[in-house]
Every structure is written in C-alpha cells, then in structure tokens.
C-alpha cells in the first residue's frame, strides 16, 4: 500500500539550503581569486539573483510539472475528477464516482498519489475562530482530512491580518472548506456503496448457483427413484 509523504526531506533541504551554498562557493571564489572586476560582480551577484528566482518561482513550477504529472496518471487508472482544489501546499483530485482522491505535494513533487476514499478516516473544517463575541475573527480557513494517520490540511482562505468571521473572506473560505469535506465524504460512501453492490450481486449469484445445484441434485434423485 502506498503510503503518504507530505514532505520530501531532501527535496526541501536542496530546495532551501541548496542556492545558499552556490552562492557562498561563489563569494569564497570572488574573495580568493577575483577581488574585483567584472568575475567578481558576477560570481556575487549572478548567484544572489537566481537564489532569489529560485524561492520565488522555481517550487510553484516544479509544483506545475507534478499536477502535470498525475493528470497524466488519471488515464492510466480511469480517474475522473469530478472536483478539484487547488490549495497552496496541495492540490487535490476528487473521483466521487469511483471513490478515489488524488493528492499532489507542494513540498513532495517527486510523488504523486492516487488512493482510495476509503483511507480516509475523517475529514472536518477548521475555521480558525479565536476570541470570542465582537472580537471573533479568523486569518485562516482550512479543510483537514487524515489518511493513514497523516493529517492532510488544505488552506482555502489566509491572510496576513485577521478578519472577522462574518467577513465575506472567512464566509467564502469556510463555504469551500465544506464543499471539500462533502465531496470527500461523498467519494467514501460511493466506494461503500459500490461494495455493498458487489457484495448483493455476489449473494445474488451465489443463491442462483445453491438453487441450480439443488434442482440438478432433485433430478437425478428423481432418476434414480423411477429405476
């Protein structure tokens, strides 16, 4: 069974800390061999320039390239998203039909998932409320789910300030978050309806074969008895 990894350890290692150390390979470079002139602008400032590319763009392309990547898994496995979530950290498939819930990692590109609704165990809103009457208000609204014992959370709304809950911000973040929840809960039960109808049409198949066995078993005693 495939088991879920939220955060690719390496990958965000290198991610962080890998442009720090080109950049300081650079600077020890420029100090020992090229202390001024044009080598040294570039190997100082080459390196600070693209180290601040890379934590601006480079994680939300990579991120790109996996949702490409498992898109391309859905005709493989006949997945058929019925909704889709793009969160900031993950982004999430939902098959409602089939039970089945794809999953892409911001911090873990390297792997895609595609499981069964099943092993989902719960999944609930979080609104973030703090304070209580007037001072009520949120800066995060979220829809959370665990598999496999990893808890799984979504951000559907975030800010940097905290709003109150009857904010349309929070009202629209928290309306997202149950939909999420809903269409989660409806793939689970669609995965227990789809056993509870195989299992009726093996009962089924399995009385019909008891039935024919007991008639062929009734004729040949019927046979035997006219000898």
Do not use: H
Not at 175 to 200: F, H
């Amino acid at each position: 069974m495939e088991k879920i990894r939220k955060i690719n350890v390496l990958y965000l290692l290198g991610y962080i800390f890998g442009p720090m150390v080109i950049t300081a390979i650079c600077f020890a470079l420029s100090a020992a061999f090229f202390p001024k002139g044009n080598m040294a602008v570039i190997l100082i400032m080459g390196p600070s320039f693209l180290s601040v590319g890379w934590w601006c763009f480079a994680g939300t392309y990579i991120f790109k390239q996996t949702r490409k990547k498992i898109t391309a898994r859905f005709a493989e496995e006949n997945f058929k998203s019925d909704q889709t979530f793009f969160g900031r950290g993950c982004t999430v498939y939902v098959d409602e039909k089939q039970g089945k819930i794809g999953l892409v990692f911001f911090w873990n590109p390297k792997e895609t998932y595609i499981i069964p609704a099943s092993r989902v165990e719960r999944a609930w809103v979080d609104d973030g409320k703090s304070g209580a009457g007037f001072l009520a208000g949120s800066s995060r609204v979220s829809f959370l789910f665990i598999v496999d014992g990893v808890k799984v959370r979504v951000d559907t709304f975030t800010s940097n300030q905290r709003w109150r809950m009857d904010s349309d911000y929070i009202l629209t973040g928290i309306s997202k978050a149950d939909m999420m929840v809903e269409v989660i809960n409806t793939a689970k039960g669609a995965l227990s309806k789809e056993k509870t109808k195989e299992e009726k049409e093996d009962n089924k198949k399995s009385k019909e074969d008891k039935s024919s066995t007991t008639k062929k078993d009734s004729k040949t005693k019927g046979k035997k008895a006219s000898k």
